[in-house]
């Protein structure tokens, strides 16, 4: 493997930097035989870099964060005729509540979440998805980090919290998803994710020229970019969906077009 190669055409040095300790990883999954997890990254990156692996090395790539449909995972790295399962990935589940309602905040952000874990001083790649409901959030960490967070973390913005590890396989049930029959005057990106997030079209604009939105994990950042049926579109803070099938049009020339939401 030929490791400068691997990493020509990638221009981004934090993406670059990461893919080098994956493919030190590579290596040291053949010379010692033994399945090697990579750090959470989120679903473009991993994409890339399985594209970029699979026709390359002679190993098994898997790559999971914790729950179905995540948006950041790690890569499983295993030697060719080597099991990797989910199972086996190195990551724990944190469920933390505020430790009173009646004195806490109500309104917790994955922000306030996410900033209060990494003021511990602990990499942004150790954290995975951060799950907020009503009621807390779930958080998915680096198993060497779960005892750590468990440990120091007492509170997230100004809400003391109680922090306990919880069993990743019963955290929750599998994301639900409802299928919404819309009709869109065109296939473009803008016309879709408005209709789909319930955003004007001007804020669906604001958040792909932002950067803010990817189409099959990777950034998109052109409006009129053309959806096709299986695509999966998903905007920052605002959620995600699936492109089901596409009808015919209607008497007033728009398209009929399923759409599987992520709710």
């Known amino acids: 493997m030929n490791k400068q190669q691997m990493l020509k055409g990638i221009q ?15 290596t040291f999954a053949l010379k010692r035989y033994e399945i090697q997890f990579s750090d959470f990254m989120d679903e473009a990156k991993c994409a890339r870099f399985m594209e970029r692996l699979k026709h390359a090395v002679d190993v098994d790539i898997l790559a999971f964060g914790g729950v179905e449909d995540a948006e950041r995972m790690k890569l499983g790295l295993a030697p060719r005729e080597t ?21 806490g905040q109500t309104d917790l952000s994955h922000r306030d979440y996410l900033g209060s874990i990494l003021g511990l001083g602990i990499e942004r ?42 069993d990743k396989a019963r955290v929750l049930a599998p994301k639900r998803t409802e299928i919404r029959r819309v009709t869109v005057a065109s296939m473009r990106l803008d016309a879709i994710l408005g209709e789909a997030l319930h955003l004007s079209r001007g804020k669906a604009q604001t958040l792909i020229s932002g950067e803010k939105v990817n189409v099959n994990w990777s950034i998109v950042a052109n409006s009129s970019y053309i959806l096709k049926t299986g695509d999966m579109v998903s905007a920052r803070g605002f959620g995600r969906f699936r492109v089901g099938e596409i009808g015919g049009k209607t008497r007033k ?3 009929g077009l399923e759409l599987e939401v992520y709710i």
């Not at 981004?12 to 590579?26: H, I, N, S, Y």
């Open 125 to 166: 790649g150790k954290i995975g998805d951060i799950l907020v409901s009503e009621d807390g959030a779930v958080c998915f960490v680096d198993e060497e980090m779960a005892s750590y967070i468990q440990a120091n973390l007492d509170k997230v913005s100004r809400t003391v919290v109680t922090v306990k590890m919880v």
């Open 12 to 26: 981004d040095g934090e993406e670059r930097l990461l893919f080098a300790k994956v493919l030190d990883q590579v």
């Open 83 to 103: 099991l990797i399962s989910e199972e086996q990935f190195p990551i724990s589940a944190l469920q933390i509540a505020p430790k009173s309602k009646k004195f």
């Open 253 to 255: 020339e728009r398209i």
